[in-house]
């Protein structure tokens, strides 16, 4: 069972930035696709990055050229959030899903919230 805490959400000003940060109990990046999601209030989860166990990367449109996911090659996964706009605000999740498998972990949620 593959335990996953973020941490690093809060409030912070338009045009502000916030990094993100996904620690898994253990070191999973080699079988793991790691990703992070978000949930605004009554909307759906949506996928905002992801990086393949091979290192490549994918983003959401609304977020590409603002927000980088990377990983410490360990076990901790970030999300470096620039220039947040308060279209930002949500829940974010962590999410690890097995390259073979598929079986998904998720963490609880940090809430980000932008805001002056």
């Known amino acids: 069972q593959v335990q996953l805490v973020e941490s690093g959400g809060g409030l912070v000003q338009p045009g502000g930035s916030l990094r993100l940060s996904c620690e898994a109990s253990e070191n999973i990046f080699s079988i793991y696709h790691m990703g992070w999601y978000r949930q605004a209030p009554g909307k759906q989860r949506e996928l905002v990055a992801v990086?393949?166990?091979?290192?490549?990367t994918n983003y959401a449109d609304s977020v590409k050229g603002r927000f980088t996911i990377s990983t410490d090659n360990r076990n901790t996964v970030f999300l470096q959030m620039n220039s947040l706009k308060p279209e930002d605000t949500a829940v974010y999740h962590c999410?690890?899903?097995?390259?073979?498998?598929?079986?998904?972990?998720w963490g609880q949620g940090t809430q980000v919230t932008v805001s002056s």
């Open positions: 999410n690890a899903q097995h390259a073979i498998t598929a079986n998904t972990y």
């Open positions: 990086i393949h166990k091979w290192g490549t």
